[in-house]
């Protein structure tokens, strides 16, 4: 059980990193940005790149991955993004997904359509009880809660962060303000896009590559934003939480179940408190 929870956490931990992006650009924007999980792919690509082709550190392979995303996620945004604010949600769903698709692609003609391991950077453990733990678990549950930290603090103190939670409660006013907050959105689009390759290169170690990982986490990252409220960065940080622990104590019982759940419970939240969109 103890391994149970100490995977839920770490799942948690990586679904809040990729989800709280998500969240941001669906509650500012309402873009349904499905771009998102290529993001996240081509961090984890770009890190198995760093360390199997020019033989880097684990650490400096990461913040290659992560500084190789922000010019991708910069461009969708500049070139996708940014001309379908104001748009029918349609037009975001099949363009975003377009985006995905290609880069899918892309990413099966460099690397081939088989799947890529990496190792586990830390390769230690510690016992507890008769039980082994990771000791790399145990880090990306800790970069998550600093990460979270992190956030809480830059929308808290600093001004951006207040201009971009302002936007979020009320763009209009914000707006009337002279400031033009979707310069301010797109920052934190490009922020959130960085932290979707962080969750990739953290998940990496502990999964393997394939073209189509992007695919499996954005659904995923969706069910968090449904049920921890658009836009509500504590709610994604407790629904990530909790859906991890409900992937990982389902599995332990009924492991075919464990993705399954994930969603009857995105259900459950959409019978009582359903979207508008």
Known sequence: MVQSILFGLTIGGILYIIAIGLSLTFGAMGIVNFAHGLIYAIGAYALYTMLSKLGTSFIVGALVAVAVSIPISYIIERFVIRKLYGQSIDYAIIATYAVLLIGVDAIKWIYGPNPLPIGDPVGTSFRVLSLEMPVYRLIIIGISVLIFAGLSLFFKKTMVGKIVVAGLQDQEAVKSLGIQVEKYFAMVFVMGSALAAVGGVL???????????????????????????????????????????????????????????????????????????
């Open 203 to 277: 998940y990496a170690p502990i999964s393997t590559l394939d073209p189509y990982m992007g695919f499996h986490i954005i659904i995923l990252c969706f069910a968090v934003v449904i049920v921890g409220g658009m836009g509500n960065l504590r709610g994604t940080a407790i629904a990530a939480y909790a859906l991890g622990m409900v992937m990982a104590i389902t599995g332990r019982f009924w492991g075919p179940a464990a993705d399954a759940m994930i969603y009857v419970v995105m259900a459950i939240v959409l019978i009582f408190r359903p979207i508008e969109l």
